[in-house]
């Protein structure tokens, strides 16, 4: 297998990354059907209860 094939996949794909990301990630959908059941208040969730700033919050949209 060649090196740029590995390249192609680990940049198509968003679960990989090629640099270290923060203490946390978060991957949070926000597609149509996502927003309108909540996931903007998830986001807020994760920022105001939790009490942490994630370093890379990921927007992403759902895995079939």
Known sequence: M???????????????NLKPVGKYMFEICQT????????????????????IRPVKLQVMECLP
């Open 2 to 16: 060649e090196s740029i094939e590995v390249y192609e996949v680990a940049t198509f794909y968003s679960m990989y």
């Open 32 to 51: 149509g059907p996502c927003m309108l059941n909540g996931s903007d208040d998830i986001i807020k969730y994760v920022y105001d209860k939790l009490g």
